[in-house]
């Protein structure tokens, strides 16, 4: 079955960068597009931006450009997601979240992965 | 970008009752060239990830229970759980794929009168 685990949760200083892995299995890794959502404690859900895997394209929403980087390894099947010059308003659980349609990123997002809590505190 | 507004924020709803939740886009979310709307709801519950339960608006998932029902077109949609049991107890979230950035509503909390 179709299953991405992240690894585990983080405490950074502010001004630090955080590095998130997504492990994929399941699936042709690089058929699918790859999202990255966070979700600040007892907050909604915020997209931060998609990756093509097959190419390592990506696309960042506007209020982490500059400050995220998504990267991709086929050899591994892992996604992974770097955010730097963390401050507090960071801390949150990152979400990978795999779009289903084949070679397309226009679609809704399942599965999404367990979670990485990420913390930012001096 | 799209905004989502979703209401009410929180509903209490008896066991057994129906639970109505609206979802509004801030521009028609309606694909031209698929005729169809690229609206999504998810359920989350404490501590896991959101899991999609219906999408296009009004296909359910596989495996989930037919008391959940999408409706809606271009800029207003509804979810509808029919029969609220004591499992539907989640926050859920509409998203439109329409455009990037792709975004979701800020969530409607579902609890038991």
């Known amino acids: 079955q179709v299953q991405l685990v992240q690894s585990g949760a983080e405490v950074k200083k502010p001004g630090a960068s955080v590095k998130v892995s997504c492990k994929a299995s399941?699936?042709?890794?690089?058929?699918?597009?790859m999202h990255w959502v966070r979700q600040a404690p007892g907050q909604g859900l915020e997209w931060m931006g998609i990756i093509n895997p097959r190419s390592g394209s990506t696309s960042y929403s506007q209020k982490f450009q500059g400050r995220v980087s998504m990267t991709r390894d086929t050899s591994t099947s892992t996604v992974y997601m770097e955010l730097s010059s963390l401050r507090s308003e960071d801390t949150a659980v990152y979400y990978c979240?795999?779009?289903?349609?084949?070679?397309?990123?226009?679609?809704?997002?399942?599965?999404w992965g367990q979670g990485t809590l990420v913390t930012v505190s001096s | 970008d799209i905004v989502m507004t979703q209401s009410p924020d929180s509903l209490a709803v008896s066991l057994g009752e129906r639970a109505t939740i609206n979802c509004k886009s801030s521009q028609s979310i309606l694909y031209s060239s698929n005729n169809k709307n690229h609206l999504a709801w998810y359920q989350q519950k404490p501590g896991q990830p959101p899991k999609v339960i219906i999408y296009w608006a009004s296909t359910r998932q596989s495996g989930v229970p037919d008391r959940f029902s999408g409706s809606g077109s271009a800029t207003d949609f509804t979810l509808t759980i029919s029969s609220l049991q004591a499992e539907d107890v989640a926050v859920y979230y509409c998203?439109?794929?329409?455009?990037?950035?792709?975004?979701f509503g800020q969530g409607t909390k579902v609890e038991i009168k």
């Open positions: 998203q439109q794929y329409y455009s990037t950035p792709w975004t």
């Open positions: 979240a795999r779009d289903p349609g084949y070679m397309s990123p226009f679609n809704w997002f399942d599965p």
């Open positions: 399941g699936y042709s890794f690089t058929d699918y597009y």
